[in-house]
């Protein structure tokens, strides 16, 4: 099985930036997969922010984030990354990165989770 861990988060003013990374590891076959960025704030469902292909060359944006979040990642590093820019209050959420063979920004096309990191943005 997959291993993901989420790093990076915090508590930031609005209008800073973070950079969360999501280190992978397992089995080869996963720097052929699809990866993913999702957030879940309190009380409500989880929801997608930003996913990539596994060659980095195709990204895809909710457009709650566009023009602010880039997404990217380093299969030599088993690494992958989201920049937030500008952050707002309405960003603060879990942080969760996942993986999934051709997958696209529905949940249920992701295979692997990580255990998310918090991500706080204040006034």
């Known amino acids: 099985q997959e291993q993901l861990a989420e790093a990076g988060g915090g508590v930031v003013q609005a209008g800073d930036s973070l950079r969360l990374s999501c280190e992978f590891s397992g089995r080869s076959a996963t720097r052929w997969f699809f990866m993913g960025w999702f957030r879940q704030a309190p009380g409500k469902e989880r929801e997608f922010v930003a996913r990539i292909n596994w060659t980095g060359s195709t990204t895809y944006y909710d457009d709650s984030v566009k023009g602010r979040f880039t997404i990217s990642r380093d299969n030599s590093r088993n690494t992958m990354y989201l920049q937030m820019n500008r952050l707002r209050p309405e960003d603060t959420a879990v942080y969760f990165c996942?993986?999934?063979?051709?997958?696209?920004?529905?949940?249920?096309?992701?295979?692997?989770w990580g255990q998310g990191t918090q991500v706080t943005v204040s006034l």
């Open positions: 996942a993986v999934g063979r051709i997958a696209g920004t529905e949940e249920k096309e992701y295979d692997y």
